[in-house]
């Protein structure tokens, strides 16, 4: 069975015991530059390498001589006995250094203070011999070497001392002056005073021991060496973990898990154990004690999901379980998942409805479905588009007409007065209904038409007219729609040509009057404007005329008999039209209407507005479209605002539409009014009073 604990805590930075070094103290090794290394001995005298400079004063054990030779001055020289080192070559280097009061060594003085203790001992020496009788010196001499009459004996006074002779340098251990070179030269005499310190040269690292610079590797110069006396101790060292691990063969730090670290090594009674561990007071990390190939280590695992689930059995489809470290994460099992990813218990955070709800979980085989909780009695959908499937509250209109998914996408449905097309928004998310336009629904997977084509809906068997831009409506208000579709047939129009500029117009005898039946389109430059400012729909709407323009107040102010100021600013009192008939932006033999001429038709269609509204174009949710038996034709082209500092016009309130009329307002609270012709503006047609800022369209009646 697998257990899994928790182990929190900030882990010390640098860790150490008795023995070692302190963690990170390379400073206080003792560290020379680089060096030639000394043998220890040969077989046979004729093995010995040539005595150059660079091995001045080496020492070499001779096995067939069962002797000690030293490099000197180019030649070896045999060492071993009383005789040998007071050889011409021993007493010629002797003799030059007799009498020398400094002949410890420089370099070694920075190494120990032992060093000047043997300066002391052999100027005792010395001053002995001065004070002596010229008997004793003469035996003294008699016994004595030239090192050690120079240097002074080698005994426990003076033990773990140095002293120098002219070039050389000697050591005074185990009761005899060794001469000091190779690699000692470069880093100092190992002796009892320097026991534990480290040195590098020649891209080597060495320790001093009883027996010795030995060599050792990185990891002990940083840790301490690794010895049987600490086995198993470990440390912390540049964040990270080692134990001093000792075998048969070879005793050295290895790196280790935190784990091994904080709880000890894998081993058969963890197998299996799960633990959570907090690294460096900020990291939490998850490790399993494993078995592979007869061997046991700690494996860190891939987070708290591989944790929560650590060998947990296969399910089926479906199923869930909360985690085990994390409980307030519910894992469900996903064979698909598995399949793809490897994981088939799959997190599913935050989703109570699998676990404690006890719907089973949301998988890959189980998207789309449907399932009601029943203590809530609220419905649920699982839905996979993002990489982990989820339970998602479901619509009333998913409950009734089913889950969109891909078997029935582009399937159009009518809930509730809404309409739903099922479909695909992007390649990254999911099938859903979503809400559509009443034009999208109704014409939704048509074809392409033919310009001129009209077709009814799915739906609403309202009418579509296919144009330069697809399918538009045409029962509703659309710009695309030729205004020739828009006139009602079997109604005897006129035509009006204008002389100006050659645009012939319908016209239409309603009662005693005859009207234009479509917007006038003469341009008056910088007082009239098309929808957008695009002439393309100049020939669907007219254009849009400020009174200034619609009265032409140039031509009433340049009137000899009757000079009248007109437009923006001028005053009721300046520009009186009243029964008139004034010709204004209309063509030679037609007028621009006064508010009577408008009322008069209106008497003459029975006040009924839908004998002008055309038969398409007008229907919204609220209104329905004309009958226009009187084929006047009015389309809901709406108004027009002209900014004079952005210079751009603005048509808004289509729905209904404006026209102007050349009376002015003379009970209005402001001088800038003048009266309108409204049809559904305001839900009715009735005149109402226009500022003269705005721009309406224009239509003329015959004088």
Not at 399 to 419: F, K, M, P, Q
Not at 426 to 445: I, M
Request: charged content about 30%; glycine content about 8%.
């Amino acid at each position: 069975m697998t257990s899994k604990f928790v182990l929190k805590g900030m882990l010390p930075l640098c860790a150490s015991f008795a023995l070692l070094a302190a963690c990170g103290d390379d400073d206080s090794s003792s560290v020379y530059g680089g060096s030639a290394t000394k043998k220890e001995s040969v077989e046979k005298f004729k093995y010995l390498d040539e005595c150059t400079k660079s091995l001045d004063g080496d020492t070499v054990y001779v096995e067939a001589d069962e002797a000690d030779y030293v490099c000197d001055d180019g030649e070896w020289v045999k060492v071993s006995d009383e005789d040998e080192s007071s050889s011409s070559k021993g007493s010629k280097s002797s003799s030059s250094s007799k009498g020398d009061k400094s002949s410890s060594s420089d370099k070694d003085d920075k190494s120990s203070s032992s060093d000047k203790d043997s300066s002391s001992s052999k100027d005792e020496s010395s001053s002995s011999k001065g004070d002596g009788s010229s008997d004793s010196k003469e035996e003294s001499s008699s016994s004595l070497s030239d090192v050690e009459k120079a240097l002074g004996v080698c005994d426990s006074a003076t033990a773990d001392s140095i002293g120098k002779i002219e070039k050389k340098t000697y050591f005074c251990k185990d009761g005899k002056w060794r001469v000091v070179g190779g690699m000692e030269e470069v880093i100092g005499v190992c002796r009892k005073a320097i026991y534990d310190s480290i040195a590098t040269t020649a891209g080597k690292t060495y320790i001093c021991e009883e027996s010795g610079w030995v060599n050792i590797t990185e990891l002990d110069a940083k840790l301490g060496k690794c010895t049987k006396a600490i086995a198993d101790s470990m440390v912390i060292n540049e964040n990270h973990y080692y134990r001093c691990n000792v075998d048969e063969s070879k005793a050295q730090w290895i790196k280790i898990e935190l784990p091994e670290y904080e709880i000890g090594k894998c081993n058969e009674a963890l197998l299996d154990t799960v633990v959570e561990l907090m690294e460096w007071g900020e990291h939490l990390k998850y490790f399993a004690c494993e078995k592979k190939d007869k061997e046991y280590s700690w494996i860190e695992l891939n987070g708290i999901d591989q944790a929560d689930t650590y060998n947990w059995p296969d399910g089926k489809d479906g199923d869930s379980r909360w985690g085990d470290f994390d409980k307030s994460t519910c894992y469900v099992y996903d064979s698909e998942y598995g399949e793809a990813y490897g994981q088939a218990w799959t997190r599913h955070k935050n989703d109570d409805l699998s676990c404690k709800k006890g719907m089973t979980g949301c998988t890959f085989m189980r998207t789309d479905t449907l399932v009601k909780d029943s203590v809530s009695e609220n419905w649920y959908k699982c839905v996979s588009a993002s990489l982990i499937p989820r339970w998602n509250s479901a619509e009333d209109m998913e409950v009734v007409r089913g889950v969109c998914r891909e078997s029935i996408a582009d399937s159009v449905a009518l809930y509730n007065g809404d309409y739903y097309i099922c479909g695909r928004e992007s390649s990254y998310s999911g099938y859903k209904w979503r809400r559509a336009a009443l034009f999208e629904y109704d014409t939704y997977r048509w074809k392409k038409g033919r310009e001129g084509d009209t077709a009814r809906g799915n739906v609403s068997k309202e009418l579509y007219y296919y144009g330069q831009n697809g399918w538009t409506y045409m029962t509703r208000w659309s710009w695309d729609v030729p205004l020739d579709y828009r006139f009602k047939e079997g109604v005897p129009y006129g035509t009006l040509k204008d002389s100006r500029d050659g645009k012939e117009y319908k016209t239409v005898t309603i009662g005693e009057q005859t009207w234009m039946a479509e917007n006038l389109n003469y341009d008056v430059p910088g007082k009239s404007w098309c929808h957008n400012d695009s002439s393309k729909y100049c020939g669907v709407s007219g254009r849009y005329y400020t009174w200034a323009a619609a009265v032409d107040s140039t031509a009433l102010a340049n009137d000899k008999s009757n000079p009248q100021t007109c437009g923006v600013g001028s005053g009721v009192d300046d520009c009186d039209l009243t029964g008139k008939e004034i010709g204004g932006v209309c063509p030679e033999g037609w007028h621009l209407p006064d508010m009577y001429e408008w009322s008069t038709l209106f008497v003459a269609i029975d006040g009924e507005m839908e004998k002008v509204q055309s038969e398409t174009g007008w229907k919204t949710e609220y209104y329905e479209n004309g009958s226009n038996t009187s084929g006047f034709t009015a389309l809901p082209v709406g108004v027009n605002y002209y900014d004079s500092v952005l210079k751009t016009a603005t048509t808004f309130a289509t729905g209904c539409v404006a026209y102007w009329t050349s009376s002015i307002c003379k009970d209005c609270s402001e001088d800038d009014y003048s009266y309108a012709m409204d049809i559904l503006c305001w839900g009715s047609m009735t005149l109402a009073a226009k500022e003269r800022k705005f721009a309406l369209p224009v239509r003329c009646v015959k004088d």
